[in-house]
């Protein structure tokens, strides 16, 4: 029996994108309030941007996956 050609059945592909940071809006920096303070009223201290360190930007990858595989009806 002659032995099958495989296919490349799997896919990947990769997006890349610069995007303005969610987290602190560009701004590299974010307010926190002292914990338990729900309504505000204690002066927040600035922190660095632990999502983007500081920068206001972040690099984003999206990875689409692409996975044929036969449909074979019973
Ligand atoms: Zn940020």
Do not use: A, N
Request: hydrophobic share 25%; proline share 5%; aromatic share 6%.
């Amino acid at each position: 029996m002659e032995k099958q050609r495989k296919e490349q059945k799997i896919f990947h592909r990769y997006i890349r994108t610069v995007e303005v940071c969610g987290k602190c809006g560009g701004e590299g920096k974010i307010l926190v309030w002292p914990e338990g303070d729900l309504w505000k009223q204690d002066e927040p201290t600035e922190e660095t941007c632990p999502l983007c360190e500081g920068s206001g930007m972040l690099r984003k990858t999206v990875t689409i996956t692409t996975d044929l595989t036969p449909f074979k009806r019973e």
